[in-house]
Each structure stands twice: as C-alpha cells, then as structure tokens.
C-alpha cells in the first residue's frame, strides 16, 4: 500500500473513533475546511489532502477534553491542557499507529491526526472582531515560539535563525502562563452581553469563518468513505463566503498534501525515507 492511503486509511479510522467518542456521549461536531467539501464533491477525503478538520461548540469541545479516557488505543486525544507534547491552540486526535513528520522545525513526530476546533463567541461588531482574531493571532504565536512549530520549507535561513532566536527566548515562560493567555483571548468574545456569533478563531481563513449561531443548529449527515458524519445542513451557507465556487477542482499545480511531510512508523516499524 502506498503512503497515500495508508494515511488515508488512518485518518478514516481515527475520525471513526472521533465519531464514536461524540455519540455515545452526546457531542455535536461538524465537518469543516477541506473536510467538509469533500464530503459534498467526492463523498469522502479529497483526494489529495491529508488531514480532517473539525469543530465543535466551546460546551461540547469542554466535555471532550474530559473524555481522554475514552479513545481507545492506538488513539489518542490530544490538547496542550493536558500534554507537554502539543502546545497547538486547538485538540487533535492522533492515531498512534502511523507516526508521521510535519515538517516542523522542531522536528515533532505524531500519529496520523485529525484536528478539533473550538467555536468561540465573538462580537457583532466587524471592528471587534478583527480585533478579537488579531489577539488570538498573537496568543496562538507564543504558543508556536515556544514549541518551535514553525515549517522548515517555508521560510528562509535567516527567517529560521530569527525564529530560534526567539523561541530561545520563550523557553523561559511557563506553559501555564502561555495556556492562561489563549485561554483569555478566545474568550474575549463572552464579555457584553448575549452574542449572536461564532467564530473559529484559529482558522487559517481568519474573520470568514465567523458565522450566525442560527446557521449551527441544524445539522445533518453526510456521506463520507462509506461512512456517514455530522456537518451544518445548510454547508454552501459556511463554504460560499469562503472558498466561493468549492464545487471548482483547484489547479492542478495545487493539489498536492500540505500537512505531512512523511511517514516515520507503522506499528512501530520504521519506514525508510
């Protein structure tokens, strides 16, 4: 089998003990990103990618950073309140049984993941908004200086230097302190009242992924590798303003993997580079 699918493999099964976790205790999630166009347009992964993205409402995120217990083994649920080895602001669910590299400067390996947001509130105002995703923005980096999660391939050598520089720096803060900072600057968007929005604060596609909470409370199942998994029922709702026409295959030049750079084990044997 080629690294291809087997990380597809592993992904399909990681999101099914994702699946799990949440029925059997009553979490809502939704396939988002990527993840959620495939879903529509190939009924399954994209065939490129190589990651899920999910999210979930701040209550439901909350039960499941309780819940570490339940994920059974390879699997492991993942989030830098419990673990020295992910200070990401968001949770992952890793499969344990293929372990891959980023491409991280740090050199991290970690299972086959599929990541796990967290819908904030946030403000009616654009203008607070903006503000709200620029303090959460400057959260989240501290959290990738002091972890060195920053991509080798994409910055230059003496970008690379300036950035160890500064997490060198950064060693010195405690990761409670930094964990206490994320924590306060996701949850701006609490204060002044009753609030009519979402936000996925830590989406690379920044103030678009603010949506009405109207649009989340209706959800269905889509079909998915011959699975079936929750998304939003009005998802063109949630795409369009995104990616306008996600129905379009992108350029040839641009279907390509992003996340894993390449595979370390399976099964704990490990595979040559």
């Given amino acids: 089998m080629d690294a291809e699918n087997i990380i597809k493999n592993a992904l399909i099964e990681t999101m099914d003990e994702f699946h799990r976790v949440c029925e059997e205790n009553d979490l809502k999630y939704y396939l988002i990103g990527g993840s959620l166009i495939g879903a529509i ?3 399954g992964c994209i065939p490129w990618d190589d990651d899920i993205d999910v999210i979930m409402p701040q209550k439901d995120f909350e ?9 059974a083994e390879p699997f492991e649920l993942q989030h830098r309140s419990f673990t020295d080895s992910l200070m990401l602001p968001i949770a992952r669910v890793e499969n344990k049984a293929v372990i891959i590299d980023e ?14 947001f967290c819908f904030n509130d946030t403000f009616s105002s654009k203008l607070l908004q903006r503000m709200h995703f620029k303090i959460a923005a400057g959260a989240r980096l501290l959290l990738r200086f ?21 997490s060198r720096i950064f060693l010195l803060f405690p990761r409670a302190l930094l964990n206490l900072l994320v924590n306060k ?9 009753r609030k009519k929005y979402l936000a996925n604060l830590h989406g690379v596609w ?28 009005d998802a063109d709702a949630w795409l369009r303003p995104i990616y306008g026409d996600y129905m379009q295959l992108p350029p040839e ?21």
Avoid at 185 to 193: D, M, P, R, S, Y
Avoid at 207 to 231: D, M, N, V
Wanted: aromatic share 14%.
């Fill in 103 to 116: 491409g991280y400067y740090s050199g991290m390996h970690t299972g086959v993941f599929i990541d796990v």
């Fill in 41 to 43: 347009r190939h009924k």
């Fill in 63 to 71: 039960k499941l950073l309780l819940l570490r217990p339940h994920f």
């Fill in 206 to 233: 920044k103030t678009k992924e603010i949506a009405p909470k109207s649009l989340f409370h209706k959800r269905k199942l889509y079909e998915f590798e011959g699975r079936q998994y929750w998304s939003i029922e």
């Fill in 146 to 166: 002091k972890d060195r999660t920053y991509s080798k391939g994409k910055y230059s050598t003496y970008y690379l230097k300036l950035f160890e520089l500064v």
């Fill in 185 to 193: 600057a996701e949850k701006l968007g609490q204060f002044g009242g």
């Fill in 253 to 273: 030049e641009d279907r390509v993997p992003k996340h894993i750079e390449k595979i370390i084990s399976i099964n704990g044997v490990k595979v040559d580079s």
